[in-house]
């Protein structure tokens, strides 16, 4: 039986960082190791600059850093050391090859595993913490067992719920923990001690064991359930928009039956972010390659609508700006995928920002906290693009202001000083439902809302 006493995270990222800086301060009889192949992402863990920008956790950081928090690029030393072990390296959507553009990309899981079982002197507890397509623990344990020597492995499969912005709140106030373990005397053993961390903190009942595929498909069903809601909603909004009802009323009426719920009916311009995209389109591979193309179907589905609203943005914006974008500057309020992060992957704004530049419009960026993401972002688009910090200076000379992300701060602007320094008429498109719209027409602007009759002058 393993006993545990140190633990190592291999991949220093959004999960793997802000995982393991909770667990360390509310565990301190256990010593936690984050490593990262990425030497500069390392040095910003050690650093006061965190790599990540997510509310609370400098706090967490600074009090287990140090303690029985370090960070480190010793990826083998810390395997040698653990006994147990997070992976919570990345698994993209697949490029190249067979299932391109759907299956998860396992290429750095896979060799990280090769590794641990290559260094490894003692018996682990191997626990996948990044997404995986189902049954994935299967290949883990047959690479971690072909290795020659006496050890033994157990792999435990612990999906991450938490969500960016909010990261530090769901880990120290989760609505469960899921682990799945193998049904055998060694698999419950193995299980058994992560429980027993979680229970530092998290109420027994919410501690939910499984069997080890169900937890695997759990996090990949988790995903589409949520995003199938926003894309439920956002259908409704075009036909909202056809047929002068209002999506938030809509929303609020449907979503005050308990039996639906509130949450996730927010009409938006799409949703984006590294997880929903990737995870809905693991689902569907995984699905069309058991044969079952009627439930692969039906989840594409979710994406499909998601690339419509998107693009239903942009062409709102054409049509109503007299069909003609050229020449026109356009002021992209947000880039981050949502409000309280930095992070950028798959935000609605990368393409609305493309297809603009595809109009020949000109385009100035502004966010609170993904500036540098959005270049790295925009870095091969041709055409004008600028980036500013504040957003009055942004705003001046622009014809119209795309809002895309829901920052609070958007929500306290002055927009009748906005309004004065633009090129008129002006336009505002919330592609997030924030603003006053009402006050904002009166101000002078023509207000294109989601989902919600325009208000125009
Ligand atoms: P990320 O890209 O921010 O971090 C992954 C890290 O792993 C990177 O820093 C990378 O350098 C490192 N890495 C890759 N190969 C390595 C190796 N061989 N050795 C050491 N380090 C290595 O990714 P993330 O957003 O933290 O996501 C990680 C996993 O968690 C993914 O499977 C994702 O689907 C899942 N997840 C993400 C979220 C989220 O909100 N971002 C939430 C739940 C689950
Ligand atoms: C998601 C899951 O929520 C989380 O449990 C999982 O672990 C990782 O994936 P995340 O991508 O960080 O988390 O953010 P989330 O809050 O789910 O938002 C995803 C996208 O949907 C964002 O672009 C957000 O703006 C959008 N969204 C969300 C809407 O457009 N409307 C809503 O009502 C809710």
């Given at each position: ?298 989840w594409r589905q979710v994406i499909i609508m998601n690339d419509y609203q998107q693009e239903r943005f942009v062409l709102k914006m054409i049509k109503n700006m007299f069909n003609t974008l050229a020449g026109k500057k356009i002021l992209i309020l947000g880039f981050a995928f949502k409000a309280n992060t930095g992070d950028t992957r798959e935000s609605p704004a990368i393409y609305v920002t493309k ?103």
């Amino acid at each position: 039986m393993i006993k545990v006493k140190n633990i190592l995270c291999i991949g220093a990222g959004y999960v793997g960082g802000p995982t393991m800086a909770v667990m360390a301060l509310k565990c301190p009889q256990y010593n936690f190791h984050i490593v990262d192949i990425n030497q500069s992402r390392i040095d910003a863990w050690n650093s006061d600059n965190l790599p990540i920008f997510e509310p609370g956790l400098e706090e967490v950081v600074k009090e287990a850093r140090g303690r029985n928090l370090k960070f480190s690029t010793d990826v083998e030393q810390g395997v040698k050391d653990a006994e147990m072990i997070f992976v919570s390296v990345n698994t993209p959507t697949k490029t190249f090859g067979l299932g391109a553009g759907e299956a998860a990309d396992l290429q750095y899981w896979e060799k990280t595993a090769r590794m641990i079982a290559e260094v490894s002197e003692s018996s682990k507890i191997v626990v996948e913490k990044s997404t995986l397509p189902v049954r994935t623990a299967e290949a883990m344990s047959r690479i971690l067992k072909s290795n020659s020597k006496d050890i033994s492995f157990e792999v435990l499969s612990n999906p991450e719920f938490l969500a960016e912005g909010t990261a530090i709140q769901d880990l120290l106030n989760p609505d469960r923990v899921l682990i799945g373990s193998e049904q055998t005397k060694s698999g419950l053993q193995a299980c058994q001690e992560l429980v027993n961390i979680y229970k530092e903190w998290v109420a027994a009942e919410k501690v939910l064991t499984a069997n080890i595929w169900s937890a695997e498909l759990s996090k990949l069903v988790a995903n589409a359930f949520l995003a199938q809601r926003v894309s439920s909603i956002n259908s409704i909004s075009a036909l909202c928009e056809a047929t002068e009802a209002n999506v938030e009323e809509v929303s609020l009426a449907i979503g005050t039956d308990t039996r639906i719920g509130s949450k996730f009916l927010k009409s938006s311009v799409g949703f984006g972010g590294s997880c929903f995209k990737k995870d809905i389109l693991n689902l569907v591979y995984i699905a069309q390659s058991y044969g079952l193309q009627e439930v692969a179907d039906y989840w594409r589905q979710v994406i499909i609508m998601n690339d419509y609203q998107q693009e239903r943005f942009v062409l709102k914006m054409i049509k109503n700006m007299f069909n003609t974008l050229a020449g026109k500057k356009i002021l992209i309020l947000g880039f981050a995928f949502k409000a309280n992060t930095g992070d950028t992957r798959e935000s609605p704004a990368i393409y609305v920002t493309k297809k603009l530049l595809e109009e020949h419009a000109s385009v100035i960026i502004c966010d609170p906290k993904a500036i540098e993401s959005a270049k790295i972002e925009l870095k091969d688009c041709k055409g004008t693009i600028e980036y500013e910090i504040d957003p009055y200076k942004a705003a001046e000379e622009c014809h119209a202001i795309a809002l895309m992300t829901e920052w609070s701060s958007f929500k306290l602007l002055d927009y009748a000083k906005i309004y004065k320094s633009m090129v008129k008429p002006a336009f505002l498109f919330d592609g997030r439902n924030i603003l006053d719209h009402q006050e904002i027409h009166k101000v002078g602007f023509n207000v294109y809302p989601i989902g919600k009759e325009a208000l125009t002058n």
